[in-house]
DNA sequence: AAACCTCGAGCTCT
DNA sequence: CTCGAGGTTT
């Protein structure tokens, strides 16, 4: 083929492959090192493709450094051993601040200098590199192994986009080794685990674990998939570069095409390289990967000379650690635990261990599946992690160490029952959580339960705020959400920031609470899967509910339809659940329920469920001993609007009330409006309808003419509260 | 007067 | 989730 070329057009096919590989390594370049792409992956793509094809009609003009032949290679059954030329050591260790300082004194002695240079840079976790140069090309990598000798990685490592396998630049020297840490970003981590999790295989227990075993792949094909990234930190033999300071060597190797270690500083003494320990403690969460520490090196290169080695490692460097993030410890007990949502989870009661200076005594195991999958078992050693400050997760764990009693935890045999309250436990299609359908009554349930039955779409009891709820929930005055309508004003007055008048403003929205609607009232009880429009549904749909039980014209004497749902449901004949709207809902099977709109079978499921639940229907039926109760909905199709619907002017209306009002209080004025169906609310947005604005009305008044609200003088309000009154 | 609580609104992300 | 307003408690 090439013989029947004719050499000018050979001479341009040439030179066009050498054109691709240069743009190539440019945009390579570019996305792994600098992280600032130019051009499209597209258009890479296709730079790419178009360099393959030549390569392809013209198989003599490959060479080992184009970008195609990254991956290259078959698999091999072992790994070779590989014999660095300088051995790589490791650094000593300064766990608190005292150790840097005496580090620091140590130079200034030795060197007799008052005040000493040095880099600080992250030490990144991941596993260390020596990759080998000779006359710009990368023709070796191996592993630390144990500083003398590693493993071969080379054609692994030969697919790591920031490897550059050609040289940038000029100045590099014959031959020459490049030190790094090939690491891999913490969310490329996170992505890694998900798929090895769908796929059915272990996941790594960190990003260094990720990136080892990525690396150590028999088959590069498999690394080249594995986001990884190669952070230089040094060179062998430093002096062979003709550099003076080890500055100097990070922007040589920088300019060769290497991604030198981020954050990198130039400190003047020790105190500056405590100022950077800390900056990078505190921006440890923000990185893109996982570092367990800050490193020092005296910069100047001849110094370093000066200072040598000690056996194991130099006298020129230091690694402060950071607080460590992980340990490993053993699984003491495993429990399950009830949140607020009554979401239960596994937790692992861990014999307790220090993680950068915080005690860890449990670990969530999140859910059921995840239990399984890491099938961690009361007794075993485990690896465990706290990232940032969320709660400590067992990452792994370590097989060797386990007892051989050991037994797996199966959630579905020892959670039975909620362990709080004992109602049922159920895990929804779909779901991965199992949960507590005791909803109203579940002690750790409770606040969040009760937030919600008194929040405004629900039975809108004002005054009821987290900090209050806190407190009755805590001083055990509320067990359930119907213990609120049994409050009294005494038990009340005595918390913290609810003087006299709070009580009664609350005792009063109680009282106004207590009458309500049967949608408000069904979503209150804040079953799962039942939001507002569901509970609409079901209040509107009630009375179509359970005619075989109790069918409609068994209301000849309006008695018998309850009385029959309420031996039905097994109440005792002096219950005071009375409506028969909600007697049907509780006793509606899954079946007819189904055949609601926008019910579906989980939804139903829910609502049987919910009120099957002993607990649940004893907080309805004292709910309803409490006085709370609503107008019986009519016929199926027929609702909503009775007397008071059209004549009253305000209602439904939103209105906002700013400056002071001559004829009538500022309560006056809300009561009016209440009066007339209208809700007075704080401050002006588009959903309000009026302003009232009396004398001196402030910043609201503007807001309301700049979104072009109709505002009432205090005129127009009295004539538009007295129309009805 | 200052501190604190609740509520409503608007924003962002899911 | 954050902010500001309004109202209450300390």
Redesign the pocket.
């Known amino acids: 083929m090439s013989e029947i070329d004719n050499s000018k057009d050979y001479a341009a096919v040439q030179q066009q492959v050498e054109q691709l590989r240069r743009e190539i390594a440019e945009h390579d370049y570019r996305y792994y090192v600098l992280d600032r792409p130019s051009i499209a992956d597209s258009e890479y793509d296709a730079l790419f493709a178009e360099l393959r094809r030549l390569e392809q009609s013209h198989p003599e003009l490959i060479t080992a450094d184009s970008p195609t032949q990254r991956v290259a290679g078959s698999p091999q059954s072992e790994l070779a051993t590989l014999h660095h030329d300088s051995p790589m050591l490791s650094l000593d260790n300064a766990f608190e601040p005292g150790d840097l300082d005496d580090f620091d004194r140590r130079i200034r002695e030795l060197s007799g200098a008052e005040q000493i240079a040095y880099t600080g840079e992250p030490k990144l976790d991941g596993i260390s590199l020596s990759l080998t140069y000779v006359d710009g090309q990368l023709v070796r990598a191996g592993t630390r192994g144990d500083g003398r000798a590693g493993e071969d990685v080379t054609a692994n490592v030969r697919t790591i986009g920031s490897v550059p396998l050609r040289l940038r630049g000029s100045g590099y020297p014959a031959r020459f080794e490049v030190r790094g840490e090939v690491v891999i970003r913490k969310a490329d981590f996170e992505a890694l685990n998900e798929q090895r999790w769908q796929a059915g295989e272990r996941p790594f227990a960190n990003p260094r674990n990720a990136a080892a075993g990525s690396l150590r792949q028999l088959d590069p094909r498999i690394t080249a998939k594995r986001p990884l990234t190669l952070f230089v930190f040094g060179v062998g033999e430093p002096r062979a570069t003709g550099a003076l300071s080890h500055w100097q060597v990070l922007q040589w190797l920088s300019k060769w095409g290497f991604r030198v270690s981020e954050p990198l500083r130039s400190l003047s003494g020790v105190e500056e390289c405590h100022r950077f320990h800390q900056q990078l403690i505190e921006q440890r969460d923000e990185l893109e990967f996982e570092i367990d520490g800050a490193v020092f090196k005296v910069d100047d290169l001849a110094t370093r000379d000066e200072l040598g080695f000690t056996a194991r490692a130099p006298r020129w460097a230091i690694a402060f650690k950071l607080p460590a993030r992980e340990a490993t410890t053993t699984v003491r007990q495993i429990v399950p635990s009830v949140g607020r949502t009554g979401k239960i989870t596994p937790l692992a009661r861990l014999e307790p261990v220090d993680i950068g200076g915080v005690t860890v005594s449990r670990a969530s195991l999140h859910n059921a599946d995840e239990l399984a999958r890491k099938d961690v078992r009361e007794g075993d050693t485990v690896m465990v992690r706290r990232a940032g400050d969320v709660i400590p997760e067992i990452t792994d764990v370590v097989l060797d160490k386990r007892p051989g009693e050991a037994q797996p935890w199966r959630f579905e045999e020892r959670v039975r029952a909620c362990p709080q309250c004992g109602a049922e436990v159920v895990r929804l299609a779909g779901e991965a959580a199992h949960r507590c359908v005791g909803g109203l009554s579940c002690p750790a349930q409770l606040e969040g339960a009760v937030q919600h039955f008194?929040?405004?779409r629900a039975l809108?009891?004002?005054?009821?705020?987290?900090?209050?709820?806190e407190q009755l929930v805590a001083k055990g005055l509320v067990r359930d959400v119907a213990d609120l309508f049994y409050l009294r004003h005494e038990q009340l007055a005595g918390?913290?920031?609810?003087?006299?008048?709070?009580?009664d403003?609350l005792l009063n929205a109680l009282a106004r609470a207590r009458r309500s609607s049967l949608d408000r009232f069904i979503y209150a009880l804040g079953i799962m899967h039942v939001g507002e429009v569901t509970a609409q549904r079901l209040a509107a749909a009630a009375s179509t509910l359970c005619q075989e039980i109790a069918p409609a014209d068994s209301a000849d004497d309006s008695r018998g339809a309850s009385v029959l749902l309420r031996q039905y449901l097994g109440l005792p004949e002096q219950s005071h659940i009375t409506s028969e709207a909600l007697l049907r809902i509780m006793a509606a099977p899954v079946e007819e329920l189904e055949q609601l709109e926008d019910i579906g079978p989980v939804v139903a499921q829910s609502i049987v469920r919910f009120f099957a639940e002993e607990h649940n229907r004893g907080v309805i039926e004292r709910l309803c001993a409490a006085g709370v109760s609503w107008p019986e909905p009519r016929q199926p199709g027929g609702s909503a609007g009775e007397a008071g619907g059209e004549q009253a002017p305000l209602s439904g209306k939103?209105i906002v009330?700013?400056g002071s009002l001559q004829g009538m209080t500022?309560s006056e004025a809300k009561a009016a409006i209440e009066r007339q169906g209208g809700?007075v609310?704080?401050?002006?947005?588009?959903?309000?309808d009026y302003v009232v604005a009396g004398e001196d009305a402030?910043?609201?008044l503007s807001k309301a003419r700049e979104?072009g609200i109709t505002v009432l003088d205090e005129g127009e309000f009295t004539q538009l509260c007295s129309k009805d009154c």
């Open positions: 008194a929040s405004r809108d009891i004002d005054g009821l705020g987290e900090k209050i709820i918390l913290e920031r609810m003087g006299d008048k709070s009580a403003n939103s009330l700013t500022r809700k609310t704080g401050s002006v947005s588009r959903r309000t402030g910043s609201k979104l």
